[in-house]
C-alpha cells in the first residue's frame, strides 16, 4: 500500500460515495467502483495515481490490485496526469467519414502537440476516443461532460480559446454536482 | 404508414421534465399495468412481436419468459444504455430528449419481471445524460412513481443509476454483468444465461433502452395493436441513427418496412446524398454488419426493393445481405475508401476487444496491420486472401460476439469490394500520396 495520507476525499464527495454504495447490495459495494473511480479523477487533478487508487481501494475494502485491474481496462480513465482540460476527439467510422482525422490535425497544429501529448502549459492534453454515440452531428468531440458537435475548425478554435481563457479545470464528472447533491437522494 | 410511438410528442414543452410528460399522457400505462398481473404484461410483450432493439433482435417476451424463479432469490432488470456500436446514437437522442419513458418503461417491465431493485447501466461518456436521468429518477421517487407502495399497488422498486467508463465490450450483456459487479468488463461463457444466473449470481434479465421503452406504448394499446404496425414478425416501429454522407443526419422513428430507398432519398427522412454525390456503400445496422453496396442496399439479389425490416436486409444471408442491427445506418458516398473505413472499423475493434479469447485479441490486431500494408501501399494479392482466412478463423470462436462484429466487416467489403483492395495493391503508393479518395468535409466552412 502506498501511503494515502494526503489522499482524502471531500466531505462532500465522500457522502457521495456512501450514496452510491448502497446502491448495490450488502457486501457488493464493489459495485460501485466504476462510479467512485470518476470522482476520484474530478476530485484528484483529473488521473488516478497509485496512492489514489489505493485510497479507493480502502473505500471499497477491497485489494488494490482490484482497483488498478478495473482502471487499467476502462479507456476513461487516465493513469498519467492530463491537462487542465482533457481533449477527446472521436476517430471512429461515421465521425472519420466526415473529416475527424483533418480535425485532429487541426488541434494538433494549433495546440503544437501530439495526439496523447499536453501542451507546455499544462492547460490542453489530446487523446482520441471510440465512437461517442455522436454519428449524426459528426465530427465531434468531448471536453469533460459536454459534448462539442458539427465542428469545423472555426468552431473548433473558438471552444478551445474559451477553454483556455477560463482556465478551469474540467472533469468527467460535474464538480458541482458533487458539491450540491439535492437530485441525488438515492 | 409513418407512425410515431417514442419521439412523437419531442416538440412537447417540457417533455423533459415528469409534469411535462405525464401533460402528454406519460405515465398512463404504468397505472395500467398495475393493475395487470405481470404475467398478462409478458403476454402482451410476447403478442407485440417486439424484439430487442439492441442489435440482436430477440424476442423481448420470450426473453422476459426465460427468467428464472428460484424462491427467496431477488431478480433484476437492467437497462442496457452503453450505447456504443458506431453508428448508433438513438439511445442517447431519446434519454436525453424524453428520460420519463425510459423510466416508465423500466417500472412496467420490473414489475412484470419481478424485480424490486433495477439498474440502468449507461455509458460513462454520457455522463451529461445520466445526470438527466438521476434527476428523472428523482423527481419520479418524489410522485410515488417510484420507492415504496408505487400507486398504492403494494409494489415496491428502486430504479439505479450505473455509469460504465468506456468500454465497447460492456455493451454485451455478461460484459455488462462484469462491469456491473465492479470488475473487467470481460463477457462470460454461457451457459448458464443471465436469466438464471446474471448479476450477483441472481437472475438477470437485460433490455436496451429502446426495447424497454417500447413497453410503453404496447401497454398503452395492446400488444395486438402493436403487432399491426410493420410488415411480417418486423412488428413496431424502431429508431434509426442515420449518419455519414447524407442530407439530414438524425434519428428517425420508422415503421418496419420502409423501403430503403425511400428512407435514403426522401426528404422526410436522410434527404439524399450530401453535394449532389452518388451512394456507394451503406452499413445499414452499425459497424459489425456487412457493409452492401448500392445496388444490393437498394434491391435484393431477387430484385425486389429491400425494406427496413430484419427480414428484408438479411435477405441473401451474408452473401448478398445484411442486418438490421442497432439500426445504425451509415451511408457513404462515391468518393469514400471502402478500404480505408474498414481499416477504421478493424482498429476499432482491436482496440475494444477485451483479451480474453485468443482469436479475436490476436486475429483483430492482425487485420489491422495487414489492412494498414494496403494503405501504405505494400500490400500483394496475396494479402487479400489473407485478411480473408483471418476473419474466417475468428468467427464463431470466441466466447462473445465481438469476433464475428470484428470479422463480419471484414468479409463483406471483400466480399463486394475485392476490386478496390485490389487498387490498393496495384497503385497504393498512389493513392497515398495524393489521397485516400476518402471524403473530406469541408472543415472550413462546416
Redesign the interface.
Known sequence: MSDNKNIKFSDEALALCNKLMKRYPEGKQKSAILPILHLAQAEFGGWLSAPTMDYVASILKIQSIEVYEVASFYSMFNLKPVGKCVIEVCRTGPCWLMGAEDLVKYIEKKLNIKEGQTTADGMFTLKTVECLASCGTAPMMQIGETYHENLSFEKCEKILDDYKNKGEEISHYRKERIKNQSEIKQ | MGRQLLINDLDKEGIQSLSGYKANGGYTALEKALKMNPEEIVEEVKKSGLRGRGGAGFPTGMKWSFIAKPPGV?RHLVCNAD???????K??FLMEKKPHILIEGMIISSFALGAN?S?IYI??????VY?IL??A??EA?DANLLGKNILGSGYDL?V?M???????ICGEETGLIE???????NPRIKPPFPAVKGV?DRPTVVNNVETIAAVVPIINMTGDEYAKIGIGKSTGTKLI?????INK???YEIELGVPVEEFIYSDKYCGGIRNGKKMKAV?AGG?SVPILPTELILKTAKGEPRLMSYESLSDGGFVTGTMLGSG?F?V?DED?SIVK?LW??TR?YH??S?GQCSPCREGTGWMEKVLHKFLDGHATIADIDLLWDIQGKIEGKTICPLGEAAAWPVAAAIRHFRSEFEEYVTNGKNLKDVKHY????N????
Open positions: 431477488p450505447e456504443s456500436e458506431p453508428g448508433t446514437f439511445d442517447r431493485v439498474y455509458r460513462g461518456e454520457m455522463m451529461y445526470h438521476e434527476k429518477i428523482q421517487y428502486d439505479y450505473h455509469v460504465g467508463a468506456g468500454a465497447y462491469s456491473l459487479e465492479g470488475k473487467r468488463g450477483w441513427s442515420a449518419s455519414g454522407h443526419p438524425g434519428v452499413v459497424s445504425g451509415i457513404m469514400t473505413n477504421n472499423f476499432f482496440h475494444e477485451c476518402y471524403r473530406i468535409n472543415l472550413q466552412t462546416a
